[in-house]
């Protein structure tokens, strides 16, 4: 291990106080929604949240992205977001005009892959939540995007992440670790999904994770691999294939890099990494910092390749990106075992679940 890693993580146990008053501080706000004397609102249709019980890195967008493929032929749908690092504050509704910059990134990415998509944010959800309705008075189902931990909001079906190689049975309140939830409100969830799998992973695996997930009799839970896509140019959307020749210029600004570093270099010759800080706001700096560690590259076969979170940050630099062999790689998640038709099952059958008991109320 780098001495860099040795001296975050001395210096993160060091802050070991600082978890014990977030350990403090969790807990009693969840007894106090447990027991009724913190309130909850429920909304007369189905919400589906998507969470974790850390901090980034669990795959949460394209689980999310996977739920609107699975729903939008079913339903009239939209997300509802906090729409992270953006610059402004409040709710709004995404339209022809919004930037990454106004919505946050990852609501962005959504706005532009899916156009019949309705795509909101807003810090306080529970005020956001009727805007959205007002604004979308035919959404049939919304999905609340990183919300398990804001419990303000009932969800009718709660589905939490934890990553494979950093579950949250191993983790710790933050800034120690990263944990911003109890480990107990995994209870709290309707289907668990460990994520970032090892494609191969076994069926004996399986099970001993299964055995530390303990799960109740009326959780299901999935494991899913991180599959990645043909990537294609930013600009022009034109598709390459990464080659056993290629060098590449990986610009990352996400919270985990590390499945997809592992992608690129057993495709290519080799990557040079140029990080940024999650969600990273990119400047005409960076672009030119970009540009230059891309040329200083000793090789004649070289891409630019980055993800679709860092991409919708970035297009704003517009034609000025025409030059540049930048290409975005795509990633969803695989459902391991056999089992996605489950999964999307549970998913179609608690809104078609939620929907018939509305009508036989009003019959």
């Not at 899916?114 to 035919?138: M, S």
Request: hydrophobic share 40%; proline share 6%.
């Amino acid at each position: 291990m780098p001495f860099n890693f040795y001296l975050l993580r001395g210096l993160r146990l060091l802050l070991f106080p600082f978890s014990l008053l977030m350990a403090l501080v969790v807990m009693l706000r969840n007894k106090l929604y447990d027991r009724g004397w913190l309130s909850s609102v429920s909304f007369n249709l189905p919400m589906i949240c998507v969470g974790n019980l850390s901090v980034g890195g669990t795959g949460k967008s394209p689980m999310t992205e996977m739920l609107v493929e699975w729903l939008l032929p079913h339903a009239e749908v939209a997300t509802l977001s906090r729409g992270y690092k953006r610059k402004t504050k409040g709710y709004l509704l995404a339209d022809e005009q919004s930037t990454a910059l106004e919505i946050g990134d990852e609501p962005m990415q959504f706005h532009l892959k899916y156009p019949q998509l309705a795509v909101a944010v807003g810090e306080e959800r529970i005020v956001a939540v009727p805007q959205l309705l007002q604004d979308r008075p035919q959404t049939e189902v919304i999905i609340l995007d990183d919300a398990f931990q804001h419990r303000a909001i009932v969800a009718g079906l709660n589905i939490v992440l934890t990553e494979y190689s950093n579950p949250y049975w191993y983790d710790w309140f933050l800034p120690t670790g990263d944990l911003r939830d109890q480990r107990a409100s995994a209870r709290r969830a309707h289907i668990m999904v460990v994520t970032k799998c090892p494609a191969t992973l076994s069926e004996a695996e399986r099970d001993k994770m299964l055995r530390r997930i303990q799960p109740a009799p009326q959780q299901q839970v999935y494991f899913t691999t991180l599959q990645y896509g043909q990537p294609y140019h930013l600009r022009s959307r034109q598709p390459v294939q990464l080659q056993p020749q290629q060098e590449v210029l990986l610009v990352c600004g996400i919270a985990n890099p590390a499945p997809l570093k592992q992608h690129v270099e057993e495709r290519t010759a080799a990557y040079y990494q140029l990080s940024f800080g999650d969600h990273h706001v990119f400047t005409i700096d960076d672009l030119r910092q970009i540009r230059q560690r891309f040329e200083a590259l000793d090789a004649d076969d070289k891409i630019i390749l980055t993800t679709e979170k860092d991409a919708v940050r970035l297009v704003k630099f517009g034609k000025e990106l025409d030059q540049l062999p930048l290409y975005v790689q795509p990633v969803k998640h695989e459902v391991l075992f056999g089992q996605e038709a489950a999964f999307k099952q549970a998913v179609l059958q608690f809104v078609k679940n939620f929907h018939d008991a509305e009508k036989a109320k009003d019959q």
